[in-house]
C-alpha cells in the first residue's frame, strides 16, 4: 500500500526533547521563565530587533501590537485580501475596519499601488503579510509609509528565513509578527512573537502582555490597565530554543525543497511558482504552485487528483472579503482568481526526492488532461 504524503510536520530532534524535558523537571519557581528568556534573545538577535516577546500565537502578537498602537473604533487598517483570517481578527477585534487591496500576481502579496489607492484619512496602518515565504515589496510599501506617516507592520507569521535586501523578514516594520504554529518551519507546537525596535512600543506591549501590570509595578497583584494572557509557557519556549539552534538548517531545508520542486517542474508550461527575485531571500515555507487561468484546472479538480493520490496538499487561501463576516471585494481580481486554480504543495523537512518526483507526477498528469 502506497503511503500517504502529508503536506507538513515538524522537524523534532532529540536535541528538542531533552529541551523540554528539562523544562517539564525544572522549569518551575524561578526558573519558569529560563527558557523564555532565552528564546526572546534568540529570537529577536536573530531577525535583528531590539525587542521581542514570546507570545501565545501569532494573532495575540497581533492584536496587542495593534492595541499599543491605539488603533480601535473609526480606524482602518489596509492589508491584501490574500490572507489567513488570523490577520484580519485582531482588527476587528479592537472595533476598526480592516481594508482589503488585491495582491501582485506574481509574489501574491499585498499591491502597493492598490494600497496607496485605499489610504483616507482614517488610516491607521498598513499590514504587509509575507505569503507562503515570498516577501511584499516593501521598498515601494515603506515609500508609502513615509508619504504618508502611516506605519507599516509586517505580518512575518510565514516568512523565517526570508530577506529582503538582505533585511531579514520582520526586522523593517514598525513592528512584526511571528507564527511558531505546529506547520510553520520552525515550531513551539503553538506559540508566537511581537519583534520590534520602538521601545516605547515593546513597554507597551510588555505591560499589556502581563495583564495590563507595568513592570514597574511594585504592587503585587494590581494591574494598570485591562491586557492580555498572551504569554508563551515555558515548555514551549524550550522546543523554540532547541529549534533555533537549529535555524540554519531548518530554513536551508525549506529552501532546498522549494528548488527541487522548481528544478523538477522547470520544463512545463502554464505553471508558475514561488517567486524569488535577486533581491529576495525567499522563506520557501510552502512552496505553491499556480495555474495559468487559461488551462481551466481548477481547485476542486486540482484536489482531487491530489487526493487520489494520497498527497495531502493544501488549498491556497480564500481571499477574505468572499468569507462570510465580511462584505466581497470582487475587484480584487487577481486575489478572486489565484486561489480558484492554485495548490500548495507538501514541504516537510524529512521529504525525500521519491515524495517531491510523486508530487510532480500529479502535477504533471493535471496538465495532460
Known amino acids: 500500500?502506497?503511503?500517504?504524503?502529508?503536506?507538513?510536520?515538524?522537524?523534532?530532534?532529540?536535541l528538542e526533547v531533552s529541551y523540554a524535558e528539562d523544562a517539564a523537571r525544572h522549569g518551575w519557581g524561578p526558573k519558569c521563565y529560563d527558557y523564555i528568556i532565552r528564546f526572546e534573545a534568540l529570537f529577536r538577535e536573530h531577525i535583528g530587533t531590539s525587542f521581542g516577546i514570546a507570545t501565545s500565537s501569532c494573532t495575540g502578537a497581533m492584536q496587542m501590537g495593534l492595541k499599543a498602537m491605539g488603533i480601535g473604533p473609526g480606524d482602518e487598517v489596509i492589508l491584501a485580501d490574500t490572507n489567513w483570517i488570523a490577520t484580519a481578527a485582531p482588527i476587528v477585534q479592537l472595533g476598526a475596519?480592516?481594508?482589503?487591496?488585491?495582491?501582485?500576481?506574481?509574489?501574491?502579496?499585498?499591491?502597493?499601488?492598490?494600497?496607496?489607492?485605499?489610504?483616507?484619512?482614517?488610516?491607521?496602518?498598513i499590514v504587509a503579510t509575507h505569503l507562503y515565504g515570498n516577501l511584499c515589496d516593501m521598498d515601494a510599501l515603506l515609500k508609502l509609509a513615509k508619504r504618508y506617516g502611516i506605519p507599516v507592520i509586517e505580518d512575518a507569521a510565514e516568512a523565517i528565513g526570508a530577506s529582503y535586501r538582505e533585511s531579514p523578514a520582520g526586522s523593517m516594520g514598525l513592528f512584526s509578527t511571528f507564527s511558531f504554529h505546529g506547520t510553520k518551519t520552525l515550531t513551539t507546537g503553538e506559540g508566537g512573537m511581537f519583534l520590534t525596535s520602538d521601545g516605547e512600543l515593546y513597554e507597551k506591549v510588555l505591560t499589556l502582555s502581563n495583564h495590563g501590570r507595568d513592570r514597574q509595578q511594585n504592587k503585587q497583584f494590581w494591574a494598570d490597565e485591562v491586557g492580555y494572557k498572551f504569554k508563551m509557557s515555558n515548555l514551549q519556549a524550550a522546543l523554540g530554543?532547541?529549534?533555533?539552534?537549529?535555524?540554519?538548517?531548518?530554513?536551508?531545508?525549506?529552501?532546498?525543497?522549494?528548488h527541487a520542486y522548481k528544478a523538477e517542474l522547470a520544463a512545463l508550461n502554464g505553471i508558475s511558482m514561488n517567486p524569488e527575485p535577486d533581491h529576495v531571500l525567499s522563506g520557501a515555507w510552502m512552496p505553491t504552485v499556480v495555474f495559468d487561468e487559461s488551462l481551466g484546472i481548477r481547485r476542486d479538480a486540482i484536489l482531487s487528483v491530489f487526493r487520489a493520490a494520497q498527497i495531502d496538499a493544501r488549498v491556497f487561501f480564500y481571499p477574505l472579503s468572499s468569507q462570510p463576516m465580511f462584505q466581497p471585494v470582487p475587484d480584487n481580481e487577481t486575489a478572486w482568481s489565484i486561489c480558484e486554480r492554485a495548490i500548495n504543495l507538501p514541504?516537510?523537512?524529512?521529504?525525500?526526492?521519491?515524495?517531491?518526483?510523486?508530487?510532480?507526477?500529479?502535477?504533471?498528469?493535471?496538465?495532460?488532461?
Open 1 to 14: 500500500m502506497t503511503a500517504s504524503i502529508a503536506y507538513t510536520k515538524p522537524s523534532i530532534t532529540e
Open 347 to 369: 514541504s516537510f523537512h524529512a521529504m525525500t526526492d521519491a515524495d517531491i518526483a510523486r508530487v510532480c507526477k500529479v502535477i504533471r498528469d493535471l496538465l495532460a488532461v
Open 97 to 125: 475596519t480592516p481594508i482589503f487591496v488585491d495582491i501582485l500576481p506574481d509574489s501574491w502579496c499585498i499591491d502597493p499601488d492598490a494600497t496607496e489607492k485605499a489610504i483616507t484619512p482614517h488610516t491607521r496602518a
Open 241 to 258: 530554543c532547541a529549534q533555533m539552534e537549529r535555524i540554519a538548517e531548518l530554513t536551508d531545508r525549506k529552501r532546498a525543497i522549494l
